[in-house]
């Protein structure tokens, strides 16, 4: 049930996302050739929105398993050693994404206190960074509710 919440959740706020960058690249082509004035920060907009749409998609993609592996040798397991690989494989990816969240936590942290900007748009540069951060810790929560459902 929690699963299929958050799940429709994310395609929910992706389909906003990418229904957005369609309306902005679309009123930026038409602003640069229709009238000769083209959004400036519109392209930085687009890049900072799709980073935020691969690190939201990732933990949704996690959540439904459907990440890219390797399964030949665990395809030919039986079900005790399939089990023990699959938590092996769990810990170690709850392990990496814990990992790149903390570093990424140090990088959003000083792009806050640095309060670095982009250029064209004036964004906070903290919130593209920030990006990382969600999605990993999305993918680690998205990793925990599949093997609490197993």
Known sequence: ??????ASFLRFVLGAALLIGVALNFANITGRYVF?????????AL????VWCVFLGA???????QQIRID?????????PRRVCDAFVALLSLAVCAFVAV????????????????????????LPHAAILVGFVGMAIAIALRWRAR
């Open 47 to 50: 890049i900072y929105l799709l």
């Open 1 to 6: 049930m929690m699963r299929a919440a958050v």
């Open 36 to 44: 000769g004035a083209p959004i400036i920060w519109a392209e930085e």
């Open 103 to 126: 570093q990424a936590w140090h990088v959003t942290a000083a792009m806050l206190r640095m309060n670095q900007r982009s250029i064209a748009g004036d964004v906070p540069m903290a």
């Open 59 to 65: 933990p949704l993609v996690s959540l439904e398993g």
């Open 72 to 80: 030949l040798l665990v395809d030919h397991l039986s079900a005790t």
